[in-house]
C-alpha cells in the first residue's frame, strides 16, 4: 500500500449538484432559486447592513456631529527632532525631500517638545510662542512663510 492507492471510503464524496440542467434533473428552469423575489436574479449581492427589509442600523441611528470642509490640517514637527537632523537651515521643501516629512498639508508647524541644543534656521509657515523662544535662546533665527501653500 501507498500514497497512489489511497481512496476515500465509499459515500464520503457526493457529485456535484448539477442545477439548470432540464426538467428532467430536478433542479431545470429556476434552478433551484424559486420564482421571483430578491435572490431570484442573477448578479443579486445583498447590500451592506441588509437586515432582511427591516430598517438597517445605520439608518435607524441619528446623525451626529458634522465635517468642517475649512478645516486645516499641518504637518507638525517637534523642536527636538530638529536637533537630532542634520544641517543647520530648514525649509519646509528640504524637510519633505529629506524624508522627515511625509506630506505638508496646509503648512507646516513648528512645535516646542523635545531640547535644542544648536544654533539653527527654520523656515516655516507657524510657530508655536514656545518654540520660537526655544530657537531664539539656543542662538537660532524663525523665518514665518507668509503664503500657505494649497493641500493637495
Request: charged residues 30%.
Given at each position: 500500500?501507498?500514497?497512489?492507492?489511497?481512496?476515500?471510503?465509499?459515500g464520503q464524496q457526493k457529485n456535484k449538484r448539477r442545477i439548470g440542467?432540464?426538467?428532467?434533473?430536478?433542479?431545470?428552469?429556476?434552478?433551484?432559486?424559486?420564482?421571483?423575489?430578491?435572490?431570484?436574479?442573477?448578479?443579486?449581492?445583498?447590500?451592506?447592513?441588509?437586515?432582511?427589509?427591516?430598517?438597517?442600523?445605520?439608518?435607524?441611528?441619528?446623525?451626529?456631529?458634522?465635517?468642517?470642509?475649512?478645516?486645516k490640517r499641518y504637518a507638525i514637527l517637534n523642536v527636538g527632532r530638529?536637533?537630532?537632523?542634520?544641517?543647520?537651515?530648514?525649509?519646509?521643501?528640504?524637510?519633505?525631500?529629506?524624508?522627515?516629512?511625509?506630506?505638508?498639508?496646509?503648512?507646516?508647524?513648528?512645535?516646542?517638545?523635545?531640547?535644542?541644543?544648536?544654533?539653527?534656521?527654520?523656515?516655516?509657515?507657524?510657530?508655536?510662542?514656545?518654540?520660537?523662544?526655544?530657537?531664539?535662546?539656543?542662538?537660532?533665527?524663525?523665518?514665518?512663510?507668509?503664503?500657505?501653500?494649497?493641500?493637495?
Amino acid at each position: 500500500m501507498n500514497l497512489s492507492n489511497l481512496k476515500p471510503p465509499a459515500g464520503q464524496q457526493k457529485n456535484k449538484r448539477r442545477i439548470g440542467r432540464g426538467m428532467g434533473s430536478g433542479r431545470g428552469k429556476t434552478s433551484g432559486r424559486g420564482h421571483k423575489g430578491a435572490r431570484s436574479i442573477s448578479g443579486y449581492s445583498k447590500m451592506r447592513g441588509f437586515e432582511g427589509g427591516q430598517m438597517p442600523l445605520h439608518r435607524r441611528l441619528p446623525k451626529r456631529g458634522f465635517t468642517n470642509i475649512f478645516k486645516k490640517r499641518y504637518a507638525i514637527l517637534n523642536v527636538g527632532r530638529l536637533e537630532k537632523l542634520e544641517g543647520n537651515s530648514f525649509s519646509p521643501e528640504s524637510l519633505v525631500e529629506s524624508g522627515v516629512l511625509k506630506k505638508l498639508h496646509d503648512g507646516l508647524k513648528i512645535l516646542a517638545g523635545g531640547e535644542l541644543k544648536r544654533k539653527i534656521t527654520v523656515k516655516a509657515h507657524f510657530f508655536s510662542p514656545e518654540a520660537e523662544k526655544k530657537i531664539a535662546a539656543a542662538g537660532g533665527k524663525v523665518e514665518k512663510i507668509e503664503k500657505v501653500a494649497p493641500s493637495k
